[in-house]
């Protein structure tokens, strides 16, 4: 195994024989914080602060009385969600059908104890529904600091109020760990921050944001974000890295002050920027004009914008499937296709039929294609937000056709591009078939267009994306040339949620692609939202169908994509696809 000045190591021997449950990395009850951790490049479901406990020595004084049960059942009777905390409905009885459901707290009514949660449909359609505590189950707290109900606030110690996250940046990857003191690691992800918006790397930026870098710092000009943000996608039309900066706090005066200073000459930015700076102002979208400026947001930039200004619905949900849009234009239909600036190697067009889901496909520009890489993106992200690092990953196989397709929009943690809905048990298996069912498509497709066999064939996924990827990867007809994993589960077969299949009868029954496949596994080592273990579970399994796996663990990564994971990959490309 080779060793970036040890940067990476085995999985197994991190974490021998770890076992983890799929859905611990994602659910935790109302006393428990969510942990956290520096990280760099990272995926998009978000946390925020704990809810407030009323304070023990409250409950101390008032139950001098009363007996330990009594105590034990005030207090659970009496504890607290924020609004905006997203919750799961969980043991009713007279309306069974909404056990599972997930919502979001909006109200609370202290006459009759009941929270307001508000459910998004199928459809997209919202309706809100009255339930008591002890009918909810916490899944993820309330972004920010959100007005609780006023009988809490009342009996909330101060010294049990939410304090700010302290966070710490993840080490450079080929860097030895050293101890950082919080204004060094400010600077870094300062610094970090201006380099991903400058190039554009949405990917990169959502990451560093996520992993608390300062939407309102400034560029290495000196310029404010926001405003760099602004000019870079001024010519191009796009606004996702402005919206990823104001969804992530970034304070919109600091574009509409100076737009305002320049009234009556030439605007210093674009008609859209200053309309979307507005709509954050006053987090809302009234006009038909700033609905539209909101509509041409790539998908990922989307999902953060729409949970940061919290949008009522109905949503569009779904979209049309990848190799539907990619039929579509050689049928003549009306495809929304944008040529984007080439690589040296590869011509690049996104292709979209609805804006829901689009496509990203990177075609060698001097050759016909012989092999095919299809690289599925994580939670809240898209087909763009990949676009950085594929072209990164493309340099060295210029006769690689790359394919990045969309996930349909889902309610998963909110309304956004999502494979599958992690946080409902009942759906997995079922969304995991339709992804599977879409990807086989895509992969006959474009297959049979360029005369490429499965054996020329690499899936690749990060973090959920890499449980699709991996799920259809085991289940083709012939096995493909290889399988890429980057910070995902894969599939936890030991959790028992990825399907019925995983739960019966031995892997040569249905995991007809698994023997003798080829993997490689990245994954980081600080990674708290899909820990290590889940890494470690992925491979024994993965070994036992019969996979060839070399798996990787990154010091200094977190739920991310580094330098050195890219480069692994490169040359793991080279052999598998030459």
């Not at 307001?116 to 919202?126: A, F, N, P, R, W």
């Not at 000459?265 to 987090?283: D, G, H, M, P």
């Not at 494979?419 to 297959?447: I, M, N, P, V, Y």
Request: proline share 6%.
């Amino acid at each position: 195994m080779r060793d970036l000045s040890g940067a990476q190591e085995s999985i197994p021997d991190l974490v021998p024989g770890g076992r983890v449950n799929g859905r611990v990395a994602f659910k935790w009850k109302s006393g428990r914080q969510a942990n956290t951790g520096g990280q760099g490049y990272r995926a998009a479901a978000d946390e925020g602060p704990a809810p407030i406990r009323i304070a023990e020595d409250i409950w101390q004084a008032r139950s001098a009385d009363k007996g330990p049960d009594m105590v034990q059942s005030q207090k659970s009777t009496n504890e607290s969600y924020g609004g905006g905390a997203m919750v799961e409905l969980t043991g009713l009885q007279s309306t069974q059908d909404l056990n599972g459901r997930i919502g979001i707290i909006r109200d609370f009514d202290p006459s009759t104890t009941r929270y307001t949660v508000e459910l998004i449909e199928e459809d997209g359609s919202t309706r809100n529904v009255l339930v008591r505590q002890a009918n909810i189950d916490l899944l993820c707290p309330p972004e920010e600091s959100q007005d609780l109900p006023k009988e809490a606030q009342a009996q909330a110690s101060p010294a049990q109020k939410p304090q700010a996250k302290q966070t710490t940046k993840s080490e450079p990857v080929r860097a030895a760990p050293v101890a950082e003191e919080p204004s060094q690691t400010a600077a870094s992800l300062a610094s970090e921050l201006a380099n991903a918006v400058e190039s554009c790397n949405l990917f990169q930026v959502q990451a560093l944001l996520r992993d608390r870098a300062d939407p309102n710092g400034r560029s290495r000009a000196d310029v404010p974000l926001l405003m760099e943000a602004a000019s870079a996608t001024r010519g191009s039309g796009h606004l996702d890295l402005l919206a990823l900066l104001l969804g992530w706090r970034a304070d919109p005066e600091t574009l509409l002050n100076r737009e305002r200073r320049h009234k009556g000459t030439r605007a210093a930015f674009s008609s859209e920027a200053v309309a979307l700076c507005q709509i954050f102002q006053k987090k809302d979208a009234e006009s038909d004009e700033e609905r539209a400026v909101l509509s041409t947001l790539e998908p990922g930039a989307l999902a953060q914008a729409r949970r940061q200004l919290k949008l009522p619905g109905p949503f569009a949900m779904g979209g049309t499937s990848p190799a539907s849009c990619l039929q579509a234009q050689h049928d003549g239909l009306e495809v929304h296709c944008e040529e984007m600036e080439a690589t040296s190697a590869h011509r690049l067009w996104l292709y979209s039929l609805d804006r829901l889901r689009p496509v990203l496909l990177m075609r060698p520009s001097g050759c016909q294609p012989t092999a095919l890489m299809v690289f599925l993106h994580g939670l809240f992200q898209s087909a763009q937000m990949l676009e950085c690092m594929v072209r990164d990953l493309s340099s060295s196989l210029p006769h690689v056709l790359f394919v990045m397709p969309t996930a349909p929009t889902r309610d998963a943690w909110g309304v956004g591009p999502a494979w599958f809905d992690h946080t409902r048990s009942a759906k997995k298996a079922e969304s995991l078939e339709a992804c599977r069912t879409e990807l086989l498509a895509l992969l006959s497709s474009q297959g049979q267009e360029w005369g490429i066999p499965p054996e020329r064939v690499v899936l690749a996924g990060f973090s959920m994306g890499g449980t699709v990827a991996a799920w259809t990867a085991l289940q083709v007809p012939r096995c493909l040339a290889g399988l890429l994993l980057f910070g995902t589960e894969g599939l936890s077969f030991t959790g028992g949620w990825a399907s019925p299949k995983t739960l019966c009868g031995s892997g040569s029954e249905w995991a007809t692609g698994a023997d003798g496949l080829q993997v490689l596994q990245c994954h980081g080592r600080e990674d708290t939202l899909c820990p290590l273990g889940f890494a470690t579970t992925c491979t024994d399994e993965l070994r036992k169908l019969g996979c060839s796996v070399r798996s990787l663990a990154f010091r200094g990564v977190g739920h991310a994509l580094s330098f050195d994971m890219l480069e692994e990959a490169k040359l793991w490309l080279q052999q598998r696809i030459p």
